[in-house]
Structure formats: structure tokens, C-alpha cells
């Protein structure tokens, strides 16, 4: 579950439940293994730290992935370099009216992907076909990432635009 919601507080709820299971398994295998010497006249008073130091260097390390796992969103992390190269084919094929897009940002919160950009399109254009080319775009996006939060800013194209300072 906790990787279908890409939840960090459900993947360490996970973690700890494991490390209790793993704990309480590494102890019977401990106690079990000095009991079993013991019946047959040999001592591995030994096997009780090694178990420990094992289950000691498996918490740590799930503690280290966990702590970077749980790190990355906090530094507002971009979506992959994949999911960024899809999300700007989509955009290149749905509106092959614009002359363009910029400005392209995303970031990731657990299992949502938050996007937005600058949609430059002809400035003639209508209010309603611009809100089209958008629904398209953000539709083709939400198919490929369902949860997906989209924003778009349209802008006309920059038209050249005469220097205030050239004198003629």
C-alpha cells in the first residue's frame, strides 16, 4: 500500500512493523539455537550478539533509506526525467496550434505530481478554443499521471514590438 500511495508515513509504519517481526524472530532463533546447544552439551552463547549485531545493521540500514526517502519531498523533488519528457511530448502533440511552452515546473507529494507552465498560443485565438487545446492537454497528462494536478498559463505570442527609444 505503500507504494501504490507513494506514502513515506506508511512505508515507515511498514518498516517498523518489520523490524518488530524481525526482532522477536531473531530473538526465538537465538534463545532456540542456545537451547539446542545446550541439549547437546555445547555452548553459542554466541549466536545471542551475532543475531543482535545482524538485526542491529538491518534496522540501520532501513532506518538510513528511510531517512532519505523521507527527506526528498521535503526539498519539493521534480518529477523523473521520464515523467518530464512525457509530460512535454503531450503537450507538443495536443496543441499543434501553439507556437510553444515554457517555464515547465513540477513537483512530486507522494503519489500526486503538481504541474504547471506557460502555453504560448496565437493571440487572435479565441477564449474558447485556448480553454480547449488546455482541457486536451490536461486530459492527455491525467491519463498518463491520474493524480495529477495541472496548471497552465496561456500567453499570446510575443509579437515584435517597435523600441520605445528607436527614434525615426
Same mark, same amino acid.
Given at each position: 500500500?505503500?507504494?501504490?500511495e507513494?506514502?513515506?508515513?506508511?512505508?515507515?509504519?511498514?518498516?517498523?512493523?518489520?523490524?518488530?517481526?524481525?526482532?522477536?524472530?531473531?530473538?526465538?532463533?537465538?534463545?532456540?539455537?542456545?537451547?539446542?546447544?545446550?541439549?547437546?552439551?555445547?555452548?553459542?552463547?554466541? /549466536?545471542? =550478539?551475532?543475531?543482535? $549485531?545482524?538485526? %542491529?545493521?538491518? *534496522?540501520?540500514?532501513?532506518?538510513?533509506?528511510?531517512?532519505?526517502e523521507?527527506?526528498?519531498?521535503?526539498?519539493?523533488?521534480?518529477?523523473?526525467?521520464e515523467?518530464?519528457?512525457?509530460?512535454?511530448?503531450?503537450?507538443?502533440?495536443?496543441?499543434?496550434?501553439?507556437?510553444?511552452?515554457?517555464?515547465?515546473?513540477?513537483?512530486?507529494?507522494?503519489?500526486?505530481r503538481?504541474?504547471?507552465?506557460?502555453?504560448? /498560443?496565437? =493571440?487572435?485565438?479565441? $477564449?474558447?478554443? %485556448?480553454?480547449? *487545446?488546455?482541457?486536451?492537454?490536461?486530459?492527455a497528462?491525467?491519463?498518463?499521471?491520474?493524480?495529477?494536478?495541472?496548471?497552465?498559463?496561456v500567453?499570446?505570442?510575443?509579437?515584435?514590438?517597435?523600441?520605445?527609444?528607436?527614434?525615426?
Amino acid at each position: 500500500m505503500a507504494r501504490e500511495e507513494e506514502s513515506v508515513a506508511l512505508a515507515a509504519d511498514a518498516l517498523h512493523l518489520k523490524a518488530d517481526v524481525l526482532t522477536s524472530a531473531g530473538v526465538a532463533v537465538g534463545l532456540g539455537g542456545i537451547w539446542l546447544a545446550g541439549l547437546f552439551g555445547h555452548s553459542l552463547a554466541i /549466536l545471542d =550478539p551475532l543475531v543482535a $549485531i545482524a538485526l %542491529a545493521i538491518f *534496522i540501520v540500514k532501513e532506518a538510513i533509506s528511510m531517512l532519505n526517502e523521507a527527506f526528498q519531498p521535503l526539498i519539493d523533488q521534480s518529477m523523473s526525467p521520464e515523467e518530464l519528457a512525457m509530460t512535454s511530448r503531450i503537450i507538443t502533440e495536443c496543441c499543434p496550434a501553439a507556437s510553444g511552452f515554457h517555464d515547465l515546473r513540477s513537483r512530486r507529494a507522494g503519489r500526486r505530481r503538481h504541474i504547471d507552465f506557460h502555453l504560448t /498560443l496565437p =493571440p487572435e485565438m479565441s $477564449i474558447g478554443e %485556448a480553454h480547449d *487545446i488546455c482541457d486536451r492537454i490536461e486530459h492527455a497528462i491525467m491519463q498518463q499521471l491520474p493524480h495529477a494536478i495541472v496548471l497552465i498559463h496561456v500567453e499570446p505570442e510575443e509579437q515584435e514590438i517597435p523600441s520605445p527609444l528607436a527614434i525615426n
